[in-house]
């Protein structure tokens, strides 16, 4: 009877799922932008799956990503716990910042998502369409300012291929860079600058809700739902997709490598996740282990002759 009771005891404990680590989230940029959203969407669906007791999010803004991560590499050491969201953005921003930690200084685990780039304008701008826009590059480079993300991410490598497509030098658009979408999105509105870029999901609302102008996308074929054309069939041989990723921690373990692999499998299996990137518009590109570090590897390699190309590193 005793042996039965502890066999019951154990098989119940083992039944009920134990909490993996409490996880905090750096986001390393303001509050509003993608990362901040990803980091957001992450703490919810590994707390609503079960997956996780306790996610906190912090945000540390800066230098296209390379402050938080630099901070992140510093304090998190062998720290199981502790996570940071990235992605293409941090890539250019390494390279043009000259940071003095990178990638290789982390634990990649996984590309989570992929968005296509948007260019906007206020719905009062006289400019109607990507021509428009385009017209007023090639006639004064330096008087179309737009507002985008962290220098050299990927709005900021965007805009230099559409210069580059259009004939313009890259090196003279007229680029300002933003640490949150949120003060982006707000020069934007406010008419202060003449156009903006960045990542759909950051401009969807607004240009539902009427605010906002998509002039056109980076994709390579039309976006279902989004009434605009691409870049292509503008005439500008321009396609870019921006992604993001989650790390860990250097100095972890293998074992604990696995484990946090293993949450954030669940979560991109979990139907909060798979919800979340339905409302937000977001592809599902997740990529993991050996194959994730075989295409970060590249990526980088590409991102470094891409801004090479466009006169922002030399």
């Not at 008419?191 to 401009?203: D, H, M, N, R, Y």
């Not at 994709?219 to 990723?245: F, H, Y």
């Amino acid at each position: 009877m005793k042996h039965t009771l502890f066999g019951a005891l154990i098989a119940a404990a083992l039944a009920v799922p134990a909490y993996a680590e409490n996880y905090t989230i750096i986001a390393p940029a303001a509050p509003g932008g993608g990362w901040d959203q990803t980091a957001r969407t992450m703490q919810e669906a590994l707390q609503a799956e079960g997956i996780s007791d306790t996610v906190q999010v912090q945000n540390v803004p800066g230098a296209g990503g390379t402050v938080g991560l630099a901070q992140f590499v510093a304090g998190a050491q062998g720290k199981p716990d502790q996570l940071i969201v990235g992605g293409y953005v941090m890539v250019g921003a390494i390279l043009t910042n000259a940071s003095p930690v990178s990638l290789a200084d982390v634990t990649p685990i996984a590309r989570l998502t992929g968005e296509y780039e948007a260019i906007v304008v206020p719905a009062a701008s006289d400019i109607q369409d990507i021509n428009g826009l385009i017209e007023a590059l090639k006639a004064d480079p330096g008087a179309v300012s737009w507002a985008g993300g962290s220098a050299g991410g990927a709005d900021h490598i965007a805009v230099g291929l559409i210069a580059k497509a259009a004939g313009v030098d890259p090196t003279r658009i007229n680029y300002i860079a933003y640490s949150g979408g949120g003060e982006a999105l707000a020069a934007i509105l406010g008419s202060q600058v003449t156009a903006g870029i960045s990542s759909l999901g950051e401009f969807k609302a607004q240009a539902d809700a009427g605010a906002l102008r998509i002039l056109a996308v980076s994709s390579d074929e039309r976006i279902e739902g989004v009434d605009a054309p691409t870049l292509k069939e503008a005439g500008l041989d321009v396609a870019l997709q921006n992604w993001r990723m989650v790390a860990a921690a250097p100095g972890i373990t293998d074992e604990q490598k696995a484990a946090i692999s293993a949450d954030i499998d669940r979560m991109v299996q979990s139907k909060t996740w798979q919800d979340a990137l339905a409302t937000k518009g977001w592809a599902n590109t997740y990529l993991a282990g050996a194959d994730f570090q075989a295409q970060l590897d590249k990526d980088i390699a590409a991102t470094g002759a891409i801004l090479k190309d466009i006169g922002l590193v030399k």
